[in-house]
C-alpha cells in the first residue's frame, strides 16, 4: 500500500485512510491512489463497507495552490487528470462513509461528496472556494453538490465560495451525522459497520440502483469543468486569486 495512504479492517470495514498530513492536498496521484484501493476493496469479499477518512488537521484542503507554478487539472505523463480519476470512485460498488474533521476545502469537498455518507464534526469547514480563486468548480461538484444538498443552497456555496461550519453542513443535509470531533473517526466506523450488518449483495444492488448513472453525468460535467478551468486559468483574476490565496489576503478581481 502506498505511504500516502493506509487501508486497515474492522469486522467487515475498511478504513481507507489519507495519509498526507497536515492538509491532506489532493491531486491526480493520491485520486488515483484512492480509486486504485477501493476497485480492490470492491472485490474483497470480506470488506461490506468503507470509512474514507484522513490522517492530520484536515480532511482535505483541496489542491495545492502555494506554489505558482501549481495548476489543478493538468494532466500527468499518462494523460490522467484529478477529475478524470475522479470518476473512477464514482464506479465503487460498496457503501463509503466519510470521516471529515478539519477543512474540505474544493476539491477536499469534492471527495467528501463522493461518499455515500459524511460524519463530521462543529470544527469542519466546507467550501466550496473555486469562484474566489478565479477559477471553475470542478471535480463534478456542478453536478454532485446540487444533488445532494438541492440547487439553491449549492449555487449559494458556489457563488460564494464561505466556508461552511460543520454545524451549518449538517443542519443544510451536507453531513449526516455531526459528533464531537474526538469521537468523529469512531461515529464513522460505527455508521459504516451498522450498514455492513445487512446483506451484502442486496446492499451493493439498492447502491447500484440508486446511483446508477451518476458515473456517466459525473464525467460529462467534469469534462465541462475541466474545459472551463483550461479557459479561466489563463486569466488575470484566476492568477490574482491564487496569488492571494498564497498570500493570505483578500484578491482585487477586475474581471478579465
Known sequence: MSA????TMEGHVAILALCRPPNNFIDTLLTGQIADALERLDEAPACRAVVLAAEGKHFCAGADFSQANRRAGDADASGRTIYTEGVRLLRSKKPIVAAVQGAAIGAGLGLAVVADFRVTCAEARFAANFTRLGYHPGFGLTRS????????????MFMTGRRITGEEAHAMGLADMLVPHAELRAAACALAAEIAEAA????????????????????AATAHELAEQARLRETADFREGTLASRERRQPRFIGA
Do not use: M, N
Not at 4 to 7: A, G, K, N, R, W
Not at 149 to 154: E, F, N, R, T, V
Not at 207 to 215: E, H, N, P, S, V
Open 200 to 219: 451484502p449483495l442486496a446492499i451493493t444492488a439498492t447502491r447500484a440502483t440508486l446511483r446508477a448513472g451518476w458515473d456517466a453525468e459525473y464525467e
Open 145 to 156: 453538490l446540487p444533488r445532494l444538498i438541492g440547487a439553491q443552497k449549492a449555487h449559494l
Open 4 to 7: 500516502e495512504i493506509s487501508v
